[in-house]
Nanobody, 118 residues
């Protein structure tokens, strides 16, 4: 099986920072795209950031330069460094990955809660 496990969420004050991590484990050949999504109360799940195996990145407009997505050298772990957090960033953040096992599959983590409040 392939599993994605997120960590790093928590309660932070406005303007604070958090670093989310997502580790992929199991039996697989490689991982292509990895990304972070979020779902706030009363909202649909939306893309936050994505990074390809080659290292190219894309961010949602609401990021406004505040977040940085990255991968480790083995490309099995993805990170999301979040700075200047706002209350509207409050959401459950989910990791997503395209994994070759060698068959291609799309996988989701269970999410980690981020709450931005004074």
């Amino acid at each position: 099986q392939v599993q994605l496990v997120e960590s790093g969420g928590g309660l932070v004050q406005p303007g604070g920072s958090l670093r989310l991590s997502c580790a992929c484990s199991g039996i697989f050949y490689s991982i292509d795209n990895m990304g972070w999504y979020r779902q706030g109360p009363g909202k649909q799940r939306e893309l936050v950031a994505v990074i390809t195996k080659a290292g190219s990145t894309n961010y949602a407009d609401f990021v406004e330069g505040r977040f940085t997505i990255s991968r480790d050298n083995a490309k099995t772990t993805v990170y999301l460094q979040m700075n200047s957090l706002k209350p509207e960033d409050t959401a459950r953040y989910y990791c997503n990955a395209d994994v070759l096992t060698p068959f291609r599959g799309n996988y989701w983590g269970q999410g980690t809660q981020v709450t931005v409040s004074s």
